[in-house]
């Protein structure tokens, strides 16, 4: 599906650096942080699970919608 929208050498491009990243984060210890940053505390919330619940949301509302 990808080749119908780019060519086939960025393709191959996108699958070496992502072999590449695969390799860094299971052999080289490579780690991934995720930071929210905010001029007041209350702008965002102490933990990220809104985001699962929104996810869970989206969920249920696309399987309503294939029903």
């Known amino acids: ?15 070496f650096y992502l072999i590449g990243c695969e390799i860094s984060f299971r052999y080289m210890g490579q780690m991934v942080f995720q930071i929210q940053i905010a001029k007041r505390q209350d702008a965002v919330p102490l933990t990220r699970d809104y985001i699962t619940d929104w996810e869970r949301r989206l969920s249920q509302v696309e399987k309503k919608a294939a029903e």
């Open 1 to 15: 599906k990808a080749v119908e929208l780019y060519d086939e050498r960025f393709c191959r491009m996108w699958e």
